[in-house]
């Protein structure tokens, strides 16, 4: 397996606080990466590091065999990152159907001109993104309430949204930071399976999830993040078992 | 389709009006094409312009310097909404760097930069302004008459709402409306976000400099007064008024103001009132029509308006829709 997503001496600052130390990282083609650490670890950093949305005060990202460090998150999103931000943001005054459809502007390209002038490019991209909003929205069983507003939904709702907004894009790399906190039981559930079928199908997905069986179920891979710095990479029997980890953070769990 | 009646009754409209009124309905009209821009502007890339009837003197003054130069005034219409726009790319690129209240001032510079400059240009007959435009004429026939204007308007106003609305139901408009709100998430899912800020100004640009150009041809004369800073804030308070980026609710809001601006100024121009009091009267009635809208009516008149109807007809929960696709519709403006 080659990795899709090369990550060399990543480091950022700010102010004086280290958030991200010099961590190296590798997604392979198709597997499921965990990243876990405590809070203030750095996770979401570095999440937002490879989506574009913070900028590396030092450090490579490669994608799919080129840098992309250099490129605007929308210029990442065409190329097939799509990323669940950890606040799951929702679009307001739109529908849910909506927001998951702006997930496909990632591949699709109908410009402002051919909507106005009602062009054939026009109405092929709309049935594409319709289809794709569909389908993403029933794999997050959100399907019965396309016609909602978004924000009228519950928090856990609001997640799986952004999830399915995600799935609109057809991403190659998922990047999902918390996807389950605040989920009850079942939805859990369900978040599992779906990010199982995902892998099944070949997705690349970098995950950070706190919750240790979530993670052990999922993750063909863990890295451990503490104070901005790699503790540890490996299956989740290797890092369970590393004596840096135990002592960092998993303590009493191991 | 809900909109053909409004536009019917419009049209219907001046056949009962005498001059005076007629005027009214055209300014009425023009003030709406903008607002109907400013309104997708502010509801969508959450930008403030307090200077947008500089778009507005852009399209005028290049239709009327065109048709000064003898070129048919039919083009020089057609080039006043491109000119406007491009002046808004030219001068958005470094703008719309800046957020919020700096946006705002910086709009509000580049008006006051605009008219002083207009104000000493020769070549824009100065202060004394451009004198004597012909009037449109469209494959021969000339629009001579008030009237004639009114329906042009109307046609105009129809355009940017169409223009408009069939933006903000597309995928780029489903763009625009999602950075309105969560502009990192837009971004993430592949919105260029800066070049659709880009785009919604210079649309709005066009819509205002589509606007200047018919009103060169109905006015006959260009100033750089005809478009003072209060016009800027006329539009904003129109756009406020009638909601942010509601079409319906910017064309509501123009008419709701060139209306209550029409009752002021017979108020102020009655015998024994100062000279001044017109303007006054109208910086007066902005400034507390935004306090009370702000304070009361947030949203704007339609988007709370429709909110309420729908509230009202629609008891209980919505029930839960049929997932076929077709049925994931993109709605109307906010
Ligand atoms: N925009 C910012 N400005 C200043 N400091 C920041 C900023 N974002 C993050 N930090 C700091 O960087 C460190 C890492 O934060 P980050 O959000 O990446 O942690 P995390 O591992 O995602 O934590 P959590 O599990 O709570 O989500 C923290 O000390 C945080 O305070
Ligand atoms: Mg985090």
């Known amino acids: 397996m080659t990795a899709l997503l090369e990550v060399r001496g990543l480091t950022r600052r700010f102010g004086g606080i280290h958030a991200l130390r010099d961590v190296g990282l590798d997604v392979r083609e198709g597997e499921t990466h965990a990243v876990i650490g405590p809070n203030g670890a750095g996770k979401s950093t570095l999440f937002k590091l490879i989506g574009g949305q913070l900028a590396a005060t030092a450090g490579t990202i490669t994608y ?58 026009h109405r092929r991209d709309e049935q594409v993104i319709r289809t794709a909003a569909a389908h993403a929205l029933r794999r997050v069983a959100l399907h019965e309430l396309a016609d909602q507003s978004a924000e009228s939904l519950p928090l856990g709702r609001q997640r799986a949204l952004q999830v399915a907004r995600a799935l609109c894009g057809r991403p190659r790399l998922l990047l999902l930071d ?16 779906l990010i199982e079928d995902l892998r099944g199908e070949g997705m690349s997905i970098l995950l950070v999830e706190h919750d240790v069986a979530f993670v052990a179920r999922l993750a063909d891979r863990v890295t451990v993040l503490d104070l901005g710095a790699v503790l540890a990479t490996g299956t989740y029997q290797q890092i369970r078992s590393d004596p840096a980890v135990i002592a960092a953070y998993l303590g009493g769990h191991a | 389709m809900r909109w053909i009646p409004f536009v019917l009754a419009a049209a219907v409209v001046p056949v009962f009006l005498g001059p005076g009124q007629l005027t009214v309905y055209v300014l009425l009209g023009l003030s709406a094409m903008a607002v109907v821009g400013l309104s997708l502007l502010m509801g969508y890339a959450g930008q403030v312009s307090l200077g947008q009837a500089s778009f507005t003197a852009i399209g005028a003054y290049t239709a009327g310097l065109l048709a000064v130069h003898d070129v048919p005034p039919l083009l020089g219409l057609v080039v006043a909404p491109v000119a406007a726009a491009l002046a808004a790319v030219v001068v958005g690129v470094p703008i719309l760097r800046l957020r919020g209240h700096q946006l705002a001032f910086a709009t509000l510079a580049l008006q006051l930069i605009l008219l002083s400059v ?3 240009a020769d070549w824009a007959g100065g202060a004394i302004g451009l004198q004597g435009l012909p009037y449109l004429s469209v494959f021969g026939f000339e629009l001579n008459e008030d009237l004639h204007y009114a329906y042009l308007v109307l046609l105009g106003v129809v355009l940017t709402a169409v223009v408009a609305s069939s933006l903000v139901r597309s995928r780029a408009g489903r763009g625009l409306r999602a950075l309105a709100t969560a502009p990192v998430a837009a971004e993430a899912s592949g919105v260029p976000v800066g070049a659709y800020r880009l785009l919604v100004f210079a649309v709005s640009a066009a819509f205002a400099g589509l ?8 006015v006959g004369y260009l100033a750089p007064g005809s478009f003072p800073v209060l016009l800027s804030i006329e539009y ?82 919505p029930a839960p829709v049929d997932p076929a696709p077709a049925r994931a519709r993109p709605g109307a403006g906010r």
């Open chain 1, 64 to 121: 799919a065999g080129r840098r992309i460090d250099h490129l605007a998150p929308h210029r990442r999103a065409r190329r097939g990152i799509a990323i669940a931000f950890q606040d799951a943001p929702v679009f307001h005054g739109m529908t849910v159907a909506e927001n998951a459809m702006v997930g496909a502007h990632a591949v699709t390209s109908a410009g402002p001109l051919s909507a106005v002038l009602r062009l054939p490019r």
């Open chain 1, 178 to 193: 918390e996807p389950a906190s605040g989920l009850r039981g079942p939805e859990r559930t369900a978040l599992a399976a």
């Open chain 2, 118 to 120: 207009l104000g000493d």
């Open chain 2, 211 to 218: 606007a200047g150009g018919i009103y060169a041809f109905f």
């Open chain 2, 236 to 317: 904003v308070v129109m756009a406020v008024v009638g909601g942010l980026g509601s079409i319906a609710g910017a064309i509501l809001g123009a008419t709701l103001i060139t209306l209550l601006v029409q009752a002021l100024t017979s108020l102020a121009t009655q015998p024994g009132m100062p000279g001044y009091a017109p303007g006054v009267l109208s910086y007066a009635v902005y400034a507390v029509l935004l306090i009370v809208i702000v304070l009361f009516v947030p949203r704007g008149v339609v988007p709370t308006l429709s909110r309420r109807f729908r509230r009202e007809t629609s008891p209980g929960r």
